[in-house]
């Protein structure tokens, strides 16, 4: 859990202006929703979140502090993108314990299989463990990379589409569970979509991207359903 906040970010590749001077203030434990048409600058914004792009200026506060010059790693989010990037040789239970077992973290096994029942208990994939990736559906998939994020607890979670490959069934299904783990947990998410149905039914706020620019933020009622 914690707060984010973004004053006069700018991001340019080349000519292209990605990001132009915005600010936001995401809370501790909103589920806020970037929205916007591709080429909006979304997943620029979240990249810089993370510390996977430099911004060309502005800075990045997490809960006060200014993490504009951390390494990625000492940031603290985990990232959901919108194709599961597996490792396809592994069992479902090996890709989910992985961040846990990275050399830096070294947790000890009897942990690692408390947390990996954990997660895959709250994401309906207990009965799937030890099957390979590779034989798993797309929805199962999914479910295994939002697993990954979830299971050191990252004090954020940066979410690009995730659920834009699957159809239309799975995808309510799991907009509804990734609404209440996130209760649950009252993690922090920031989540980017083009889709403005997923975008009301799921955001605590909207924050509206276009152009590189915020153009508007609110709860979904302050948005659409005003007078
Ligand atoms: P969105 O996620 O809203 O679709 P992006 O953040 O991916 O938007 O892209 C915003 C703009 O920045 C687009 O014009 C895109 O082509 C450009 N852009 C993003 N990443 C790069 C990059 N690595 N190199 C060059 N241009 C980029
Ligand atoms: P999305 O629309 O979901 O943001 P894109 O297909 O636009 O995804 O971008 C996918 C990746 O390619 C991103 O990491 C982005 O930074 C990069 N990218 C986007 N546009 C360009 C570009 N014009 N040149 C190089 N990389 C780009």
Request: glycine residues 8%.
């Amino acid at each position: 859990m914690a707060s984010i906040s973004i004053r006069g970010m700018t991001k340019r590749f080349g000519p292209t202006t990605a990001i132009e001077g915005i600010d936001l203030d995401i809370q501790n434990g909103e589920f806020f929703v970037l929205l916007g048409p591709s080429g909006a600058g979304k997943t620029t914004t979240l990249r810089l979140i993370a510390g996977l792009e430099r911004p060309d200026a502005g800075q990045i506060f997490m809960d006060g502090q200014d993490i504009s010059g951390h390494f990625p790693a000492a940031r603290d989010c985990a990232f959901v993108f919108q194709q599961y990037s597996l490792y396809p040789h592994l069992s479902v239970y090996d890709n989910i314990a992985f961040p846990l077992r990275s050399p830096m973290r070294k947790t000890p096994e009897a942990k690692v299989r408390e947390r990996v029942h954990e997660v895959a208990s709250l994401l309906h994939i207990e009965s799937k463990l030890e099957r390979k990736a590779t034989a798993l559906s797309g929805g199962e998939m999914q479910r295994v990379a939002i697993g990954r994020a979830l299971v050191r607890s990252p004090k954020v979670f940066l979410m690009d589409e995730p659920l834009s490959s699957l159809d239309a069934r799975l995808r309510e299904e799991l907009r509804v569970e990734l609404r209440s783990i996130q209760k649950r947990t009252g993690s922090t998410v920031i989540y980017v979509t083009h889709d403005q149905v997923e975008a009301t039914t799921m955001a605590d706020r909207i924050g509206i991207l276009e152009k590189g620019k915020v153009q508007q933020v609110g709860t979904p009622m302050e948005i659409y359903e005003q007078p």
